[in-house]
Every structure is written in structure tokens, then in C-alpha cells.
């Protein structure tokens, strides 16, 4: 610690060396920061997918419907304990940007079926008893409070461009009756449910069909064979299934995007390599323009490794300060919730991913400033002292 003002008045001997320097680990961190947050949004529908859980669909794509019926059929499967359903309707509010995660489904098995999403008993009743009442995310409760008044009892109109109006009405319109909101800090808190009851009633086409099935097995490691059964079940009908678990579902959803993790790994590998010569070129200048000052240290009693920690510990403070800005500020921007919730419904910074972070921000610090630190511990004194900055 004694030696943190000499460390100091090193860095600011040039200090706009120091400046851009800082902020070009400030700006690599940032990125990374945010790409975790762009990954985490995409790929956590994966790691949050219940082991015990599978995902039946149309087996040409998730848009082709399902009949109803299938519920019970599938729920006679042996080894499946619940079954429930939900379907894309693709609500618009007031302004197609405004379009909201909206879902018809059955109160009591949906909310069963993803114990991940909390809702409270007294919601539940007044959902029941509300013929078209809707459950409203927390995340989009308070963004849509804050711009148009949202509240519990307020008249919601929908717009839809795959189910056009409901019967005699130009529009469809729910009754919020409570929010829901999530059991852990990830997940997606953005959606809009209703019953499907009234939206089955409501519609003037494709009575009777639902867009997807969600089941819960008894155990775990049956899985595979379960879902083998359940496209067995349905094999050569009109409507054939695909069944998987839920986690490999939502990995064939993010792999239509591409390989998120190599995009992601590519690109922080170009910058920290980038970040990397800067940050070692700016500590080699250092150490090169203070050769005779080294020397004069090591003159008056200070050993290599004294010198070594000196020059380390000025490459480290710059990672240090630049990344942990960067990645404070990558964290300070989810606090603020999802700019675009329709597109990014969860969005942090994953504990993991920070921790990452700050590893590799010291390790940036240690490798940039090894081999000018290498060079100052051996520099001789004689050859120090007859050398010009």
C-alpha cells in the first residue's frame, strides 16, 4: 500500500496516454457486458428449461396447430402426471411496436406446469371467475403503467394479425385481474395470458385448436421414451407430433438464430486481443520512458521484484478501473429493464458472466504488464543509469 502514490504518479505523468487507454478497456468491457446480456436473452429459455418437462408440437413447425383433444390422449400416456396448452396470438396494442408475448391458456394447468411463475392465490380466483379476464406479466404491468395507466380492472384492447376481430366486436379486449411475476430473478416476467376459454369462443376460425403442448413427466430419465410414445401415439393421423424436451425445443429455437456462443466468443476474443496490445504497448512506453528513473529506484535499495509488483501493479490498476467501469455500467443498464421487451423479454447480466469478467479483466492487467515488468526487474543499474529517456 505504501507504494500506491508512487503508482499513481506514474499513470498520470502522461495523462492522456492513460485516458484513452482506460477507456478502451472501459469500452471492451462494456461490450462484453452487453454481448453476455444479448446471449443470456437468447439462450436462457435453454437453462431454465425443467428437466421434467417436455414440448409437443405440429410435426412440420410450431405454427400449424394442434387439436384440442390431444390433451386428454396425451395425458393417458403412462408415465405423464399433467398436461397443458398454449398458442401463439400475437396481440398488437394500439401500435404493432407494441406487440405483447399474449397467450391464450388454462388458468389452473398452465400455472401448475411452471411453478417458475408466481401468481397468488386471490389472482387466481378473480382470473376464474373473470370470463375474460388476463394476467399480466410484472415486467410489462409496470412499462405499460408508466406510458398508458395500466392497472388491475383495466380494459385492455388487443389487435391480432392471425385471428382477426373476435364475433361481433372489431377488436378483443381483456380485464387485467393481477400480475405474476417470478419465482427467481431469471425468466420471463413480459407475457400476457388469458383463457382459453373466451379466446376459443371468440374466434371464427380453427375452433378447437391449440399451438402447443406442454407435458410433465414422472420421471425425469424417461423422458426420450415418454416423448417417443407420445409421436407414436399420433403417427400417420392428420395431425402428426413432435415431441422433445423442453430444453432441446428451446435449443432448435436458438440455433435457427445461429451459433450464439462462437458469434459471442469470436467477438470478444478480437477485442481482447486488440485490448490486449494496447494496454501492453501503453505499459511498455511507460517503463521505456522511465529507464533511468528505474534505475535511480534500484540505486537506492529497491529490489527486481519490488520494481516487478511496481510496473504489474500500474498495468493492473488500468485493467482494473477501465473493466469494472465497463462491466458496472453493462449492469447498471438492466437495472432499467428490457428496451425491447417484445424482442428481449429477459435481460441481465448473469452472476457467471460477472464473475467471468472480473477473471479475465485481471488476467488482462497481469498479461498485458508481464513483459515490460519482466524487462524493468532485469535491467541493470550501470545500464539504466547511461541510458537516455
Not at 413447425?61 to 408415465?79: E, M, T, W
Request: aromatic share 10%; net charge neutral; charged share 20%.
Amino acid at each position: 500500500m505504501k507504494f500506491l502514490p508512487l503508482i499513481w504518479r506514474n499513470l498520470m505523468r502522461k495523462k492522456l496516454r492513460t485516458i484513452l487507454t482506460l477507456l478502451s478497456v472501459f469500452v471492451a468491457f462494456l461490450l462484453f457486458g452487453i454481448l453476455c446480456i444479448i446471449k443470456e436473452a437468447f439462450t436462457a429459455g435453454v437453462s431454465m428449461a425443467g428437466a421434467n418437462r417436455l414440448m409437443v408440437r405440429h410435426k412440420v413447425s410450431l405454427i400449424q396447430l394442434l387439436p384440442y383433444s390431444y390433451v386428454d390422449r396425451i395425458r393417458n400416456v403412462p408415465g405423464v402426471s399433467a398436461v397443458t396448452h398454449a398458442t401463439w396470438f400475437g396481440g398488437v396494442y394500439k401500435d404493432p411496436k407494441n406487440m405483447v408475448g399474449t397467450f391464450p391458456v388454462d388458468p389452473d394447468s398452465y400455472f401448475d406446469m411452471f411453478p417458475e411463475l408466481v401468481i397468488s392465490p386471490e389472482v387466481m380466483t378473480a382470473w376464474k371467475e373473470k370470463r375474460n379476464g388476463a394476467v399480466v406479466g410484472k415486467a410489462t404491468m409496470d412499462r405499460f403503467a408508466a406510458s398508458d395507466g395500466w392497472k388491475v380492472g383495466s380494459v385492455i384492447p388487443f389487435t391480432t394479425p392471425i385471428w382477426g376481430s373476435p364475433k361481433g366486436a372489431n377488436q378483443w379486449e381483456f380485464e387485467i385481474v393481477g400480475t405474476y411475476d417470478l419465482k427467481e430473478k431469471k425468466g420471463d416476467n413480459t407475457g400476457f395470458f388469458f383463457r382459453y376459454d373466451y379466446f376459443d369462443e371468440g374466434r371464427e376460425q380453427l375452433k378447437g385448436q391449440v399451438g402447443w403442448l406442454s407435458v410433465r413427466v414422472q420421471n425425469p430419465d424417461d423422458a426420450p421414451a415418454i416423448a417417443a410414445k407420445i409421436d407414436e401415439e399420433f403417427a400417420n393421423s392428420a395431425t402428426e407430433t413432435k415431441a422433445e424436451t423442453e430444453a432441446a425445443a428451446m435449443q432448435g429455437f436458438v440455433a435457427q438464430i445461429g451459433d450464439i456462443g462462437a458469434i459471442l466468443t469470436g467477438v470478444l476474443s478480437a477485442v481482447f486481443f486488440t485490448i490486449l496490445l494496447v494496454t501492453g504497448n501503453t505499459m511498455s512506453l511507460a517503463v521505456r520512458e522511465r529507464t533511468q528513473e528505474i534505475g535511480t529506484l534500484k540505486a537506492l535499495g529497491f529490489t527486481h521484484m519490488k520494481v516487478l509488483f511496481m510496473v504489474l501493479a500500474e498495468s493492473c490498476f488500468i485493467a482494473m478501473l477501465g473493466g469494472l467501469l465497463g462491466l458496472g455500467t453493462a449492469w447498471l443498464i438492466t437495472q432499467g429493464g428490457s428496451p425491447v421487451p417484445q424482442m428481449l423479454p429477459i435481460f441481465i447480466l448473469p452472476d457467471r458472466d460477472i464473475i467471468i469478467g472480473v477473471c479475465a479483466i485481471l488476467v488482462l492487467g497481469v498479461v498485458a504488464g508481464a513483459f515490460p515488468a519482466i524487462q524493468a526487474m532485469r535491467l541493470r543499474i550501470s545500464d539504466a543509469l547511461r541510458r537516455e529517456g
